[in-house]
């Protein structure tokens, strides 16, 4: 049945599964699991495109004859030769960046014209995507897709509000891509997209399959389904999430940050400590400000205490006890701690340079609320602290949000690559790691 756009609506919904993965024979695995869940169309990644060339589109073709075969080319310019490559290689859709000038969109379709293929245009960072889905309509697009890049959905951006405009605008089917999963992409498709375009929702679940069934279902009978990766929380999440994943997972999302230098649990239960940072600064020995600050915190907070690193200590187990009364989530010494034993009995979390037996005297020196350096690591009142087994991250409150996110990421990631070793393959060959070790010369 035609739709007042002039297309087969009844053909609608469609789920794309996007492998955006840098390994064909990972992209062909997941690929396969996918299709046995109900993914109708297959794109090959621009990460895997760049990685594996035209190879990733040829491989798909080869093992999905009856499928659409997208290739996210992403491309800028010279749009009949990349359209070219990609169409022999067996693509069915080639997509174009929206912000590409109007000539390379010509050629490209001249060119798709001439190997049976569909042009897709990609809107990702247009700034009128309205005024350009109208453009590109006129041109002659087969599709228009409205796409929250990797990157920005980890700020929390979505593509609900431009669906629904973009929907209006154009007259030929509107591909959503965004951090989709089974939970979101219902409402997507009732603000007017015809594709739904899944990455990570599918690619980093540990059952495929399952996964692409649910989203499956979730756009076709329009049902929102509990979703194993999640994507885009709010701000009020951001505590959530970093429960949630371990100082690894942060470390590897801040780019390798390594966590504070030499701060080492001395008491921590099995429970992360998550929390903002109120920073104390002392001297060797002069627990003052220290046991001052208990008072000053607000509940939640970690205490974070720059004491120079010293030897001799400025906690204990009494302080201990008044920040567990006080609902402080843990406490962070570049200095040193005693009544090891009796705080961990307790069982309230400390990490520390040092332990001693002897304490100083309560001075007074120093300050609280200032910036501070602990482990070697910049402090500010409100950074967020995470500390686990694995050590103490300092993630900068401005970046928080976005962090979290990609920590979250990272750890759907590994529980991915996980579940690929479980069915007996190594983690060296799972991650092919010869082919991308850094050639020398």
Not at 169 to 175: D, E, G, R, S, Y
Not at 222 to 241: D, L
Not at 428 to 439: D, F
């Amino acid at each position: 049945m035609m739709d007042e756009k002039g297309f087969e609506k009844d053909d609608y919904p469609k789920l794309q599964v996007a492998l955006d993965l840098m390994n064909l024979d990972r992209a062909l695995r997941i690929s396969e699991q996918a299709v046995e869940g109900g993914t109708d169309w297959i794109e090959a990644g621009t990460p895997l495109i760049k990685a594996e060339g035209m190879d990733a589109v040829r491989e798909l073709r080869k093992k999905f004859p009856d499928k659409k075969i997208i290739a996210d080319m992403k491309t800028m310019d010279v749009g009949s030769v990349e359209v070219e490559m990609a169409a022999k290689a067996g693509a069915d859709i080639i997509g174009i960046l929206g912000a590409a000038d109007d000539e390379t969109f010509k050629e490209g379709i001249k060119s798709a014209n001439n190997y049976d293929a569909e042009i897709l245009a990609d809107l990702i960072r247009v700034e009128d995507q309205t005024e350009r889905a109208i453009e590109l309509t006129e041109l002659g697009v087969n599709y228009i897709g409205v796409h929250v890049g990797v990157d920005a959905q980890m700020k929390g951006e979505d593509p609900g509000e431009l669906v629904k405009k973009v929907s209006d605008a154009t007259t030929v089917p509107v591909a959503a891509a965004g951090g989709l999963n089974s939970e979101t992409a219902p409402e997507i498709v009732k603000k007017g997209a015809d594709i739904i375009i899944a990455g990570g929702a599918i690619i980093k679940a540990k059952d495929v399959k399952k996964a692409a069934q649910n989203l499956k279902k979730a756009i076709t009978e329009g049902v929102s389904i509990e979703s194993e990766v999640k994507r885009k929380r709010g701000k009020e999440k951001i505590e959530e999430i970093f429960r949630e994943v371990s100082t690894p997972n942060i470390s590897d999302a801040m780019h390798r940050e390594p966590c504070m230098k030499g701060i080492e649990p001395v008491s921590l239960t099995d429970k992360k400590v998550v929390g903002r940072a109120f920073t104390v600064r002392t001297v060797d020995g002069d627990w003052a400000k220290p046991v001052e600050a208990v008072e000053k915190a607000e509940e939640g907070a970690v205490l974070v205490i720059d004491a120079g690193g010293g030897k001799t200590a400025v906690w204990g187990e009494l302080a201990s006890w008044s920040c567990a009364q006080e609902g402080i989530e843990g406490v962070v010494i570049d200095g040193a701690v005693r009544d090891v034993g009796d705080i961990q009995e307790l069982g309230f979390p400390v990490f520390a340079r040092n332990k001693a037996s002897n304490a100083g005297d309560p001075k007074g020196y120093g300050a609280l609320g200032d910036e501070i350096e602990c482990g070697r690591r910049r402090v500010r009142p409100g950074d967020w602290i995470i500390g686990d087994k694995s050590g103490v991250m300092v993630v900068p409150k401005e970046e928080a949000l976005q962090i979290a996110n990609r920590s979250i990421d990272v750890m759907e990631r590994e529980n991915r690559v996980r579940e690929e070793i479980k069915e007996g393959r190594t983690l060296s060959v799972v991650m092919e790691l010869e082919k991308w070790e850094k050639k020398s010369g």
